[in-house]
């Protein structure tokens, strides 16, 4: 199974400020389409996962421009470009390349 | 617009069993795989099984393999998840969760459930 690490466990964030998390898997998620298969979701306090950024660098449909996904291979980058209240939650990578989907372990931004 | 409703969860003792469903509506069913995912109280997201728009193909973490079978009834548009001798460590929300690119790959989950508690205890 492809085990995926992220860091850090907590990101506390002072709003209108840069916040970046990462992830990174034990093997390559390039796959020989060109794609990497590493996604970006969010899990607001109390509600189910969305994702955000799929592919490695695509936003999902409606998810703001302040979110940038980057990386490729095996390591893989989510940033924000300048926080929000409303982006709080847990953060979560997950590799699509294979079965088993493996997510991270979450990063729980919160404020200031 | 794309809704899915997970129902079936509840209390269970250690060693029983449970069946969850999803009900899907919103787009063509039967071309898009499908997925459970679950996540303990306070813990993190974990995949547990997929199955294939067709129903021809099936995946299983192999935390489950074996006491868990996912089906679907393309009719009726409803994704299943059987699970038998279930153990504490299987509490948890279930959720279901729709593949975005097709019948039988996943790039990334689109839409996901609310969600359905199960609880294993005595």
């Known amino acids: 199974d492809i085990v995926m690490t992220q860091s850090p466990l907590s990101l506390p964030v002072t709003p209108g400020e840069p916040a970046s998390i990462s992830c990174r898997s034990s093997r390559s998620l390039l796959h020989s389409n060109g794609n990497n298969y590493l996604d970006w979701y969010l899990q607001k306090p109390g509600q189910s996962p969305q994702v955000l950024i799929h592919l490695g660098s695509s936003r999902a449909s409606g998810v703001p421009d302040r979110f940038s996904g980057s990386g490729s291979g095996t390591d893989f980058t989510l940033k924000i470009s300048r926080v929000e209240a409303e982006d709080v939650g847990v953060y979560y990578c997950?590799?699509?390349?294979?079965?088993?989907?493996?997510f991270g372990g979450g990063t729980k931004v919160e404020i200031k | 617009e794309v809704q899915l409703l997970e129902s079936g969860g509840g209390l269970v003792q250690p060693g029983g069993s449970l069946r969850l469903s999803c009900a899907a509506s919103g787009f063509t069913f039967n071309t898009f795989l499908m997925n459970w995912v679950r996540q303990s109280p306070g813990k993190g997201l974990e995949w547990v099984s997929a199955?294939?728009?067709?129903?021809?193909?099936?995946y299983y973490s192999d935390s489950v393999k074996g006491r868990f079978t996912i089906s679907r009834d393309n009719s009726k548009n409803t994704l299943y998840l059987q699970m038998y001798s279930l153990s504490p460590e299987d509490t948890a929300v279930y959720y279901c969760?729709?593949?975005?690119?097709?019948?039988?790959?996943?790039?990334?989950?689109?839409?996901w459930g609310p969600g359905t508690l199960v609880t294993v205890s005595s």
């Open positions: 199955m294939s728009g067709s129903g021809s193909s099936t």
């Open positions: 997950m590799q699509a390349l294979q079965a088993p989907l493996t």
């Open positions: 969760a729709k593949a975005h690119c097709g019948d039988d790959c996943t790039d990334y989950l689109d839409y």
